[in-house]
């Protein structure tokens, strides 16, 4: 099948590498033009494991090409998806100028039938603003054409986009008739194998699922840091209440770690923009705001560790970052715990000398040279006259450090650790000051 995609970001990269990769014919599109001339060179410009190789494979096979040109990716494919950016507007609302311009543009070039698709996340109603752009141009033109609208959120993990796509979980398509319906499940079936993963459902329930499924994600973490905060308090130790109550198969194991907050590009993004959804419908959520509230009180919650320890005072003290990213497997360090961590630091006087894997050139892109950061290439460098260590980013490969080392080269042996990825007896053992999220405070000096 013919497919475009507009947008070569992140889910439209993957969304379209993913449909080559089972044959597909797909053309991305992209108006910067820079980055559609890197594309074509097979330079992709974001790290995601296995989607260089899938993007050279299928445009050395002639499956997946790249444009900058708007009016031929309208005139290629049965198939238009929309895989634009949605950033949030100054009152966290999405921001649809991409999305409604690509509108603009098919309804200016189409000239047969098309079935355009939303994979942005958007909010509830906008399929709706996307048909009503594309007839309003074709009304300009003078022309009637038949064209459906079409949504189909993505559920991709970053680090782990390919495998999401390929052996997706559920594949949500909000439809208004059964034709486009078959057309979807169609486009659909080399990833709908085994058991049945398509569902199908009404445009604006498509649009909520979406928003619906990432709340509730970022409520489980939300909800399990402010466990983690009352299990400090009370002298309890939340990886015990953690294996307690994941064993819960109504609640489960997966999120429920608490640590520095959620970042990324989506949960805090979806949350604030269903909460901004909410309200202009007439709905105060309360349960959303908390979320949000509560993850960037926890994004700090490292920093309130480490002025306890110093007895209120950081101006002066050198703190070691290990991790950058917002998560493992990632250089996406937008929303990042570790901005505000570093951000806060800076501000009460502190320096910070980082480690990341792949978000250095990131890290330095952000904040440029400074007197207060050193980006360095290996993990140990960072702890060189460090006074603390302060974990960020659970990378396996912090987790089995030479701790030999980190004793000899930090100043105290003090570690914040804000994911919980050493043992707090070991690291006593070891003779280390260990802070831990929401565990006993023992080993807390
Ligand atoms: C998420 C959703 O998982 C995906 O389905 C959606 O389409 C986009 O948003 P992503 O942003 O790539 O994907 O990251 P994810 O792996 O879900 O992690 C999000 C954040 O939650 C990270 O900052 C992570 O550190 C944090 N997290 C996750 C926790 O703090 N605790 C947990 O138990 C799980």
């Given at each position: 099948m013919k497919i475009t995609i507009f947008g070569s970001g992140y889910v439209g990269l993957v969304t379209g590498a993913c449909f080559a990769e089972v044959g597909n014919d797909v053309l991305c599109v992209d108006i910067d033009e820079e980055k559609i001339s890197r594309l074509k060179k097979g330079e992709i410009p974001i790290y995601e494991p296995g989607l260089e190789d899938m993007v050279i494979e299928n445009s050395r096979e002639g499956r997946l090409k790249f444009t900058s040109d708007v009016a031929e990716g309208v005139a290629y494919g049965l198939f238009q998806f929309i895989a634009v950016g949605t950033p949030p507007d100054e009152d966290g609302s999405a921001d649809l100028r991409h999305v409604l311009s690509v509108a603009e543009s098919i309804g200016r070039h189409m000239d047969d039938y098309r079935i355009i698709i939303d994979k942005s996340t958007v909010p509830v109603g906008t399929a709706d603003l996307v048909r009503d752009k594309v007839l309003s141009v074709l009304a300009e033109r003078n022309v009637s054409i038949d064209f459906d609208v079409v949504s189909n959120p993505e559920f991709l993990k970053e680090g782990d986009a390919i495998n999401d796509f390929m052996k997706p979980e559920r594949i949500v398509v909000g439809v208004d008739n059964p034709r486009t319906k078959e057309l979807l499940r169609t486009l659909y079936g080399p990833f709908?194998?085994?058991?049945?993963?398509f569902i199908a459902m009404d445009i604006r329930s498509a649009e909520l699922t979406k928003y619906a499924a990432n709340a509730m994600l970022a409520t489980k973490i939300s909800f399990m840091n402010e466990i983690a905060n009352i299990a400090e308090r009370v002298g309890a130790d939340v990886e015990a209440v953690r294996r307690g109550i994941g064993s819960d198969s109504r609640i489960g194991?997966?999120?429920?770690y608490p640590g520095v907050g959620y970042g990324g590009s989506c949960f805090p993004k979806d949350v604030q923009a269903l909460e901004r959804t909410a309200r202009k419908f007439g709905y105060d959520s309360r349960i959303l705001q908390a979320v949000e509230a509560v993850n960037h009180d926890q994004k700090l919650s490292l920093v309130d560790k480490m002025r306890d320890h110093f007895k209120g005072d950081l101006k002066g003290k050198t703190i070691a970052i290990w991790g950058l990213a917002f998560k493992p497997n990632t250089d996406d360090m937008r929303e990042a715990p570790s901005r505000e961590i570093i951000e806060a630091l800076w501000s009460e006087g502190a320096k910070v000398r980082a480690y990341d894997p792949v978000a250095i050139d990131e890290a330095r892109r952000i904040y440029?040279?400074?007197?207060d950061l050193e980006l360095l290439?290996?993990?140990?460098?960072?702890?060189?006259?460090?006074?603390a260590l302060a974990v960020v980013t659970e990378w396996?490969?912090?987790?089995?450090?030479d701790f030999d080392v980190m004793k000899s080269e930090l100043t105290s042996p003090v570690i914040f650790d804000g994911r919980n990825i050493y043992n707090p007896d070991m690291m006593e053992q070891l003779g280390f000051t260990y802070y831990s999220i929401g565990r006993l405070p023992r080993c807390n000096a």
């Amino acid at each position: 099948m013919k497919i475009t995609i507009f947008g070569s970001g992140y889910v439209g990269l993957v969304t379209g590498a993913c449909f080559a990769e089972v044959g597909n014919d797909v053309l991305c599109v992209d108006i910067d033009e820079e980055k559609i001339s890197r594309l074509k060179k097979g330079e992709i410009p974001i790290y995601e494991p296995g989607l260089e190789d899938m993007v050279i494979e299928n445009s050395r096979e002639g499956r997946l090409k790249f444009t900058s040109d708007v009016a031929e990716g309208v005139a290629y494919g049965l198939f238009q998806f929309i895989a634009v950016g949605t950033p949030p507007d100054e009152d966290g609302s999405a921001d649809l100028r991409h999305v409604l311009s690509v509108a603009e543009s098919i309804g200016r070039h189409m000239d047969d039938y098309r079935i355009i698709i939303d994979k942005s996340t958007v909010p509830v109603g906008t399929a709706d603003l996307v048909r009503d752009k594309v007839l309003s141009v074709l009304a300009e033109r003078n022309v009637s054409i038949d064209f459906d609208v079409v949504s189909n959120p993505e559920f991709l993990k970053e680090g782990d986009a390919i495998n999401d796509f390929m052996k997706p979980e559920r594949i949500v398509v909000g439809v208004d008739n059964p034709r486009t319906k078959e057309l979807l499940r169609t486009l659909y079936g080399p990833f709908n194998r085994s058991h049945e993963r398509f569902i199908a459902m009404d445009i604006r329930s498509a649009e909520l699922t979406k928003y619906a499924a990432n709340a509730m994600l970022a409520t489980k973490i939300s909800f399990m840091n402010e466990i983690a905060n009352i299990a400090e308090r009370v002298g309890a130790d939340v990886e015990a209440v953690r294996r307690g109550i994941g064993s819960d198969s109504r609640i489960g194991f997966p999120f429920i770690y608490p640590g520095v907050g959620y970042g990324g590009s989506c949960f805090p993004k979806d949350v604030q923009a269903l909460e901004r959804t909410a309200r202009k419908f007439g709905y105060d959520s309360r349960i959303l705001q908390a979320v949000e509230a509560v993850n960037h009180d926890q994004k700090l919650s490292l920093v309130d560790k480490m002025r306890d320890h110093f007895k209120g005072d950081l101006k002066g003290k050198t703190i070691a970052i290990w991790g950058l990213a917002f998560k493992p497997n990632t250089d996406d360090m937008r929303e990042a715990p570790s901005r505000e961590i570093i951000e806060a630091l800076w501000s009460e006087g502190a320096k910070v000398r980082a480690y990341d894997p792949v978000a250095i050139d990131e890290a330095r892109r952000i904040y440029g040279e400074r007197d207060d950061l050193e980006l360095l290439e290996h993990p140990d460098e960072t702890l060189k006259g460090a006074d603390a260590l302060a974990v960020v980013t659970e990378w396996m490969v912090f987790r089995s450090p030479d701790f030999d080392v980190m004793k000899s080269e930090l100043t105290s042996p003090v570690i914040f650790d804000g994911r919980n990825i050493y043992n707090p007896d070991m690291m006593e053992q070891l003779g280390f000051t260990y802070y831990s999220i929401g565990r006993l405070p023992r080993c807390n000096a």
